[in-house]
T-cell receptor, first 112, second 115 residues
């Protein structure tokens, strides 16, 4: 049972435009969400997070939006840069905080 | 550099064999997590250790086992290997200050190929 879903395996965006990556979750008890970024031949790295008490968190070009009623979050990257080309994973700590559950990832390609 | 060290980076072995993957967490981190990433798959949680004790188990096969030693390094043992065990195995650690946030620091992974 996949508790964190990313329904778009890939996304292609022109440099300078906005990239929007989507994530859905099934467990309403999740109260913290994260985005990780992964380049080939490297481990994932933490990018940005959001607590369920907020609906938006911004860090430079990256903004995460949370819609609790829809159990949906999205990552916006503005403006997109070629160096943003990577796989992005949506994640949430398990309800007992003993593991982190990852979505399947979305591969973003930013075209120069 | 995340500070998490994994060895070996690459490993090629045959079906039926046994391998050991090693992980050294960041200095001071007590928690170690193991994840498996198969081709075109997401990160599947295998197991977590905290200060030497097993804390959580995920989709870890019975042929797999792990432990965390007193110096906090961890080893993941994979035995009776099958072709389907070919994957990237990631180790991650987290500091006490990040407990409950899901912020993990990942190593570069160990790529296992079973022929």
């Amino acid at each position: 049972d996949q508790q964190v879903k990313q329904n778009s395996p890939s996304l292609s965006v022109q440099e300078g435009r906005i990239s929007i990556l989507n994530c859905d979750y099934t467990n309403s008890m999740f109260d913290y969400f994260l985005w990780y970024k992964k380049y080939p031949a490297e481990g994932p790295t933490f990018l940005i997070s959001i607590s369920s008490i907020k609906d938006k968190n911004e860090d430079g070009r990256f903004t995460v939006f949370l819609n609790k009623s829809a159990k949906h979050l999205s990552l916006h990257i503005v403006p997109s840069q070629p160096g943003d080309s990577a796989v992005y994973f949506c994640a949430a700590p398990g309800t007992s905080y003993d593991k982190v559950i990852f979505g399947p990832g979305t591969s973003l390609s930013v075209i120069p | 550099d995340s500070g998490v060290t994994q060895t070996p980076k690459h490993l090629i072995t045959a079906t039926g064999q046994r391998v050991t993957l090693r992980c050294s967490p960041r200095s001071g981190d007590l928690s170690v997590y193991w994840y498996q990433q198969s081709l075109d798959q997401g990160l599947q949680f295998l197991i977590q250790y905290y200060n030497g004790e097993e804390r959580a188990k995920g989709n870890i096969l019975e042929r797999f086992s792990a432990q965390q030693f007193p110096d906090l390094h961890s080893e993941l043992n994979l035995s009776s290997l099958e072709l389907g065990d070919s994957a990237l195995y990631f180790c991650a650690s987290s500091p006490a200050s990040k407990t409950n946030t899901g912020e993990l620091f990942f190593g570069e992974g160990s790529r296992l190929t079973v022929l």
